[in-house]
């Protein structure tokens, strides 16, 4: 059973930094593009960043030039290093793996950013 286990969410000022983590387990995860996502209370979910396994990366706009999306293939995990936080990206963000099959996600993890 496909599992994705992430970490490094919290309270944080404006302008500081977090990086969350996310471990895949329980299958086989080449070809297969991870990510992060994030919902704000009464907003809809978005994409923030994902990577495939080649290293392609895809960014949100909004988030350009401040996150930086990275994975090491051999740990199946996938990384979000998140500088120079606004109050704007306060969300819960879910880690996301997904190929022409499925899809899996994780339970969520808060990111709280305060002015």
């Known amino acids: 059973q496909v599992q994705l286990v992430e970490s490094g969410g919290g309270l944080v000022q404006a302008g500081g930094s977090l990086r969350l983590s996310c471990a895949a387990s329980g299958g086989s995860f080449t070809g297969n593009r991870m990510g992060w996502y994030r919902q704000a209370p009464g907003k809809q979910r978005e994409l923030v960043a994902s990577?495939?396994?080649?290293?392609?990366?895809i960014y949100a706009e909004s988030v350009k030039g401040r996150f930086t999306i990275s994975r090491v293939n051999a740990k199946n995990t996938v990384y979000l290093q998140m500088n120079s936080l606004k109050p704007e990206d306060t969300a819960v963000y879910y880690c996301?793996?997904?190929?022409?099959?499925?899809?899996?996600w994780g339970q969520g993890t808060q990111v709280t950013v305060s002015s």
């Open positions: 990577i495939t396994s080649s290293g392609d990366t």
């Open positions: 996301n793996v997904r190929n022409i099959f499925t899809e899996y």
